[in-house]
């Protein structure tokens, strides 16, 4: 079983929105997961869950992996707990509800290669990026941008680009959608927060109205600043949520199992 430190204790002790930092190693995902647990076992609703998203695929299958091997874990406990990306959470929304911002009731992904490829006419317009003036590239983004749109409310085709920024502006317009969503997730785990984007962290800023949040990052790393991700973020969340802060940095390399 894992030996919890003081400060991953406090963690599980700790009610209300949560920001836990600490680099790897410091045992964020597992104090997380035991805290859900908790969650899970004290104040669930019957067909309530607690959802836990990431960015990736490969992350959510290694949190799966823990929860499973998690002996304290109870199985009906585990059954409760959601384990997702936020694409794919997004996407989900948005094939419920996207008709409500203009989408068609029946909605596919544009991958980015079917994307590239439905860029291209716009694209061949403009000289390499590098060519452009800032001018130029302003004007090449928006008319991709009025691209993407048209896509999506037109044909159906919806890139990823634009989940985030839909569900965001789904869930500030519809207290309706945002209540059901919360009702469904009273509290949502956020693994890697430091690495959202602008348009994921206004569609979080909707979700912690009603749910309770756990954000989880380390401040040391931003993968994915290529889509936005703003070293502001946790400062961000703290105005936002006056959460309890929990720094576990000092507890790298101190988990052990006996």
């Not at 896509?151 to 085709?157: S, V």
Request: aromatic share 8%; with cysteine; glycine share 6%.
């Amino acid at each position: 079983m894992v030996e919890l430190t003081e400060a991953q204790k406090k963690v599980i002790r700790t009610v209300g929105h949560h920001l836990v930092t600490g680099g790897p190693g410091s045992g964020k995902t597992t104090v997380s997961i035991l805290k859900a647990a908790k969650i899970a076992c004290e104040a669930l609703k019957p067909g309530q869950r607690i959802l836990f998203l990431s960015f990736a695929r490969a992350t959510v299958s290694r949190v799966l992996e823990a929860i499973d091997e998690e002996a304290a874990i109870a199985r009906e406990e585990r059954r409760r707990i959601e384990v997702d990306t936020y694409h794919s959470f997004f996407w989900r929304i948005l094939k419920a509800h996207g008709y409500l911002i203009g989408f068609p009731r029946r909605i596919t992904i544009l991958t980015p290669s079917n994307e590239a490829i439905a860029l291209s006419a716009v694209r061949s317009g403009y000289k390499a990026a590098s060519k452009l003036s800032n001018e130029e590239k302003a004007q090449k983004r928006a008319r991709e941008d009025a691209e993407r749109a048209r896509l999506a409310t037109e044909e159906g085709k919806v890139c990823f680009e634009l989940f985030a920024d839909r569900v965001a502006i789904l869930l500030h317009g519809s207290n309706k959608i945002r209540s059901l969503i919360s009702t469904m997730y009273p509290y949502i785990i956020l693994d890697e927060f430091q690495d959202t984007s602008a348009d994921q962290w206004r569609a979080v800023q909707a979700l912690g109205v009603s749910s309770t949040l756990i954000a989880l990052a380390d401040p040391e790393q931003r993968i994915f600043d290529f889509i936005g991700a703003d070293p502001e973020r946790l400062n961000h969340f703290t105005a936002a949520f006056a959460p309890s802060v929990h720094d576990l940095a000092a507890d790298n390399h101190r988990k052990q199992r006996h």
